[in-house]
């Protein structure tokens, strides 16, 4: 939306003198705040506007802007419509055929207003409010620096009047800030660092603790997601903790442990750890090579147990025996 400024004025400006009585701009004592007439930067193609013409869109804004800073809640007068426009009859008809302005009557005086102005601009009592607002609130400025100022100002007559050869130890000092009355003072605020970035020292222990180092972008974004839904970051890095000490313990390979980004995306430092040797370890040795328990090496078959025809076959298992019987084997031997 295009806002058109309404007029206001600033105190360091010169007096402007109004092109036509009765079109003087209405100053006020706070040169911050002004009022303006909004108008939606898709004006142009409205169907109203387009019906009305251009020349009755010039009074229309003009106006505009006059009632927005008198305040008179978008009533035009016939006489105000005459000064902006010398045509203001025919264009004000135009723009109350197109459904832009109403004929009204206001103290006795003829004139129009705008149609549904309370909809798209602020009400005369609203912007009452603000400046009272903003009034109250320079005034609570300014009394804060001329106290300062009158204390400087005393110390410094008694210092060239040589009653006071030294500063006065009360008048403040200008290294540290003041906290006379606090108006423009605020405790500060504890920084807290973002969740998961490079200053977060949760996101940094539960990166040291995690046994597999990949996927560090999106494991930010899934530690910061886990923060932002209050999960508690002590809880995790001990499920991270825990995790990295049943790898070692299980000596799982490498390849087979979790992404950190799938680890906390599952919440999986909710899971309970298995007691240990319930799982023997993935890389653990084969029975039956060097060093392994006599209680891990492979079984023997017993003699009575060994097929008479192949021998290291079990009798009613043999493999060899039954090919025999369906006759998919051709040669049978003894050492076979």
Not at 55 to 74: E, Y
Not at 196 to 216: E, H
């Amino acid at each position: 939306m295009t806002n058109f400024g309404a007029g206001a004025a600033t105190l360091d400006a010169p007096a402007r003198t109004p092109p036509f009585p009765g079109l003087e701009p209405l100053y006020t004592e706070d040169t911050t705040l002004m009022t303006w007439f909004r108008v939606d930067d898709g004006l142009h193609a409205h169907m109203k506007a387009v019906r009305a013409g251009v020349p009755a869109m010039g009074l229309w804004a003009l106006a505009g802007s006059w009632s927005s800073n008198q305040l008179t809640d978008g009533w035009v007068p016939d006489y105000i419509a005459a000064r902006l426009d010398t045509d203001y009859r025919e264009h004000a008809a135009a723009l109350v055929r197109a459904g832009l302005w109403v004929e009204d009557e206001q103290g006795g005086d003829k004139g129009w207003r705008f149609h549904q102005w309370g909809e798209h601009q602020p009400s005369a009592e609203s912007v009452l409010v603000k400046r009272e607002a903003a009034r109250e609130r320079m005034r609570r400025v300014r009394e804060h620096r001329n106290a300062g100022s009158q204390d400087v100002r005393a110390n410094v007559h008694e210092n060239f009047a040589g009653s006071a050869p030294n500063p006065d130890p009360t008048r403040p000092d200008l290294k540290e800030p003041s906290s006379s009355n606090g108006l423009f003072e605020e405790p500060p605020k504890p920084s807290t660092p973002k969740p998961g970035s490079d200053d977060d020292p949760n996101w940094a222990r539960f990166w040291a603790a995690y046994p597999k180092k990949t996927s560090k972008k999106t494991a930010r974004l899934r530690w910061a997601s886990a923060i932002k839904q209050k999960h508690d970051p002590e809880e995790i890095i001990l499920g991270a903790q825990r995790y990295a000490e049943r790898v070692k313990r299980e000596r799982i390979e490498y390849r087979y442990v979790k992404h950190p980004d799938g680890w906390l995306n599952g919440e999986l430092w909710r899971d309970e750890a298995p007691p240990p040797g319930l799982y023997p370890p993935m890389n653990a040795p084969y029975r039956g090579q060097p060093g392994v328990a006599e209680s891990n090496a492979p079984r023997r078959i017993p003699r009575q147990d060994i097929c008479p025809k192949h021998r290291g076959q079990r009798a009613g298992r043999c493999g060899l025996c039954r090919a025999e019987a369906h006759g998919t084997r051709k040669e049978v031997t003894a050492d076979a």
